[in-house]
C-alpha cells in the first residue's frame, strides 16, 4: 500500500479523491489529511479514515480540532505547524501527495513534496502557474513523478505518446509528431450572456457552473475563463508547449475533456462525465484503470458535440493569461495573485463581475518584467501585487 498525503482534504477535489479511496481500500494508507479551517468536515473525516496525521493551517481551527480529537479519543496527530508539515511530506512517511489546495496558499507545501521527488498528483494549478520555470526545475532535479489532475491536462497525458508521458515537463512534443494541443473550456455559465448584463452578474449566478461540481475560487474562474487561462499556463509548463502548439476551444458539453492533434491529422480525445474522479482515478492507479465511482458516458442519450473559438471581449481574463504567459514569469505571477485577491472581492461583492479583469490588468501593467531567480522572490511579488490589488480595489472599485 502507498502512504498518501491529501492536502486540501475538505475541498472539492478532497471529497473526490477520498471517494476514490474508499473506491479502491486497497491502494492507499491515508497518512496525512491537510486543510484550512473545515473542523466539522475533518473531523468527520478522521473517524472515518483514522490518517496518521491531521493538520490544520489555521490557529484556533488547530485548537478546536485538538479537542474534538480528544475527547472522541481518535488516535490522529495533529500537527503542531507549518514547519511539522513540510517536515513530514519530505519524510518516508509519506509516498504520494494529492496536491489540492486551492490558490497560492499550495505552492509552499507543494514544491516541499516535489523537492522531495514524491510521486505528486497535481490539482493546485495555482502553484505550477505561479513558479512555472522553478517548479519544472525542481520537478527534474529530484526526480519527482507529476501527474496532472486537471481534466484538461489528465486528458491531454493520456493522449500523448509514452515517452512524452514519461517526460513531463521537458516534452518534446515537435519530435513526437504533435501538432497541437487542443484544451477544451464550456465557456462557463455566461457564455450566450448578453455582454450589456455582465456588470450585474451576482456570485450567486457565477458560481452555478453549468457542467461541473466545484470550489468557489475556481468556479468563478470558469466563469471569467481565467481557470481556462491559468489552465494554458499550465499546460505550457507540463508539456513544454510552444504558443504554436496551444490552442483553447470552447466545447460547452464538457464530455472531451482536451484533444492531441498529431501532424498526420489524427486526433485523440479523452471524453468522460464532468467528474472529477475519472481524472484522480486514473493518477491514482498510476495509469491503470481502476474503479472511480463515475457514471459512464451514455452516448445515446443525446452527447452533442459543439466547438467555437473563445471571444475574448466576452473573456478579457483568457487573453490576459495568455499574454501573460509570454510575457514571463512575473507576469503570471502577478496575474494568479491579483485575479485571488480580485475574485475574493467578488465573492464578497466588493467588486463588480467586469471590475475582476480590470483590476488583473491593472496589477498586470504596474508588474515589471524582471525575471525571478528564487521561490524567494516569486513570494515577494505574490504578497506586492496582492497588497496593490487591495489598494486599487478601496481607492478605485469599491462598490
Ligand atoms: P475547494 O475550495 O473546494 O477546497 C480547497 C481546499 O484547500 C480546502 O480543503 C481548504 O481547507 C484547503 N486550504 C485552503 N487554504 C489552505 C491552506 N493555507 N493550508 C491548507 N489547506 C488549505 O477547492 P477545489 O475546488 O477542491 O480546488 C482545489 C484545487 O484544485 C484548486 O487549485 C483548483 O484550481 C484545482 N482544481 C479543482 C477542480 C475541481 O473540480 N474542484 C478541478 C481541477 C482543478
Ligand atoms: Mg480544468
Known amino acids: 500500500m502507498k502512504k ?31 486543510a484550512a479551517s473545515s473542523v466539522d468536515k475533518m473531523f468527520l473525516l478522521c473517524q472515518e479514515f483514522s490518517p496518521l ?51 497560492g496558499a499550495g505552492l509552499t507545501t507543494t514544491l516541499a513534496a516535489v523537492n522531495a521527488g514524491k510521486e505528486i498528483f497535481l490539482a493546485n494549478k495555482e502553484a505550477l502557474v505561479m513558479s512555472g520555470a522553478l517548479f519544472i526545475d525542481a520537478v527534474i532535479k529530484s526526480g519527482a513523478k507529476l501527474w496532472p489532475v486537471d481534466s484538461e491536462h489528465n486528458a491531454i497525458y493520456q493522449a500523448l505518446s509514452p ?9 518534446d512534443l515537435h519530435g513526437q509528431g ?36 466545484m470550489g468557489q475560487k475556481i468556479s ?8 481556462k487561462g491559468l489552465e494554458y499556463i499550465e499546460a505550457r509548463w507540463l508539456f513544454n508547449a510552444s504558443r504554436e502548439q496551444l490552442q483553447v476551444v470552447i466545447h460547452p458539453q464538457s464530455v472531451i475533456h482536451s484533444m492531441v492533434q498529431y501532424k498526420d491529422g489524427s486526433v485523440i480525445a479523452q471524453m ?15 495509469g491503470q484503470r481502476i474503479d472511480s465511482g463515475a457514471a ?26 495568455i499574454d501573460a504567459c509570454y510575457q514571463g514569469q512575473q507576469a503570471t505571477t502577478s496575474l494568479n495573485a491579483a485575479n485571488e485577491v480580485a475574485v475574493d472581492a467578488f465573492l464578497n461583492q466588493q467588486i463588480k463581475f467586469t471590475q475582476i479583469s480590470q483590476l488583473v490588468e491593472r496589477v498586470l501593467t504596474n508588474t515589471d518584467t524582471q525575471p525571478i531567480n528564487s521561490i524567494e522572490h516569486l ?8 497588497a496593490l490589488a487591495r489598494q486599487i480595489i478601496k481607492r478605485d472599485l469599491l462598490c
Open 53 to 103: 496525521y491531521v493538520s490544520m493551517s489555521d490557529k484556533n481551527s488547530r485548537v478546536l480540532l485538538a479537542e474534538r480529537l480528544k475527547q472522541a479519543a481518535l488516535p490522529c496527530q495533529l500537527l503542531k505547524d507549518q514547519t511539522e508539515l513540510l517536515q513530514l511530506l519530505g519524510s518516508n512517511e509519506v509516498d504520494s501527495v494529492m496536491a489540492a489546495i486551492v490558490g
Open 220 to 227: 468563478i474562474d470558469s466563469a471569467t475563463m481565467m481557470n
Open 272 to 286: 468522460g462525465n464532468p467528474d472529477m474522479r475519472i481524472p484522480i482515478a486514473h493518477v491514482m492507479g498510476g
Open 178 to 213: 504533435v501538432a497541437k494541443i487542443l484544451l477544451t473550456g464550456s465557456g462557463g455559465p455566461f457564455l450566450e450572456k448578453k455582454l450589456s448584463d455582465f456588470a450585474t452578474i451576482t456570485a450567486a449566478q457565477a458560481v452555478k457552473h453549468p457542467n461541473w461540481s
Open 4 to 34: 498518501l498525503a491529501i492536502l486540501g482534504a475538505t475541498g472539492s477535489i478532497g471529497a473526490s479523491t477520498l471517494s476514490v479511496c474508499r473506491a479502491n481500500p486497497d491502494l492507499y494508507q491515508i497518512t496525512l489529511l491537510a
Open 163 to 171: 515517452n512524452l508521458q514519461n517526460n513531463i515537463g521537458a516534452c
Open 379 to 386: 513570494l515577494e511579488i505574490d504578497s506586492e501585487s496582492k
Open 296 to 321: 459512464t458516458l451514455d452516448f445515446f442519450s443525446g452527447v452533442n458535440f459543439n466547438f467555437s473559438e473563445p471571444d475574448f471581449g466576452r473573456y478579457p481574463c483568457l487573453k490576459l493569461a
